[in-house]
């Protein structure tokens, strides 16, 4: 049964290893920012929740014990990693574009990272029943 355990923390392991690796030349490798920021955010998010996986069963297996910190450390990344990429993404929508260069919106008809206070008082006004 410990030969069962063991295989299973190495494929973890190697399983994290190879989606780090993929992750790092993701970021080296793609050409634009927007593109750069889907590699580490995804496949090294999913490499650290492979250790970690990896180091919670050797703990229950091998240790007699179940290691809540890596839990709590899985469930802080895969929660943070999201916010981090929306953080950076709209970072590089306000250097990199305007409103005359962003793509259409589609039913929205307006994109929020752009938003003016005439835009909204606009759409408030429209919005507003009493002032049909």
Known sequence: ??????????????????????????????????????????????????????????????????????????LFLFLTAPITAHFIAKVHIHRQETRETMPAAGEDDHWATHDTPEDEERRNAAADPADL
């Open 1 to 74: 049964m410990d030969s069962l355990f063991e295989f299973l923390v190495s494929a973890f392991l190697v399983i994290a290893g190879i989606f780090g690796i993929v992750g790092s030349f993701g970021l080296l490798k793609l050409d634009d920012p927007m593109s750069r920021l889907h590699a580490p955010t995804k496949a090294t998010t999913l490499g650290v929740g492979g250790v970690l996986l990896a180091s919670m069963l050797n703990a229950a297996a091998f240790g007699e014990y179940f290691s809540m910190h890596e839990l709590m450390i899985t």
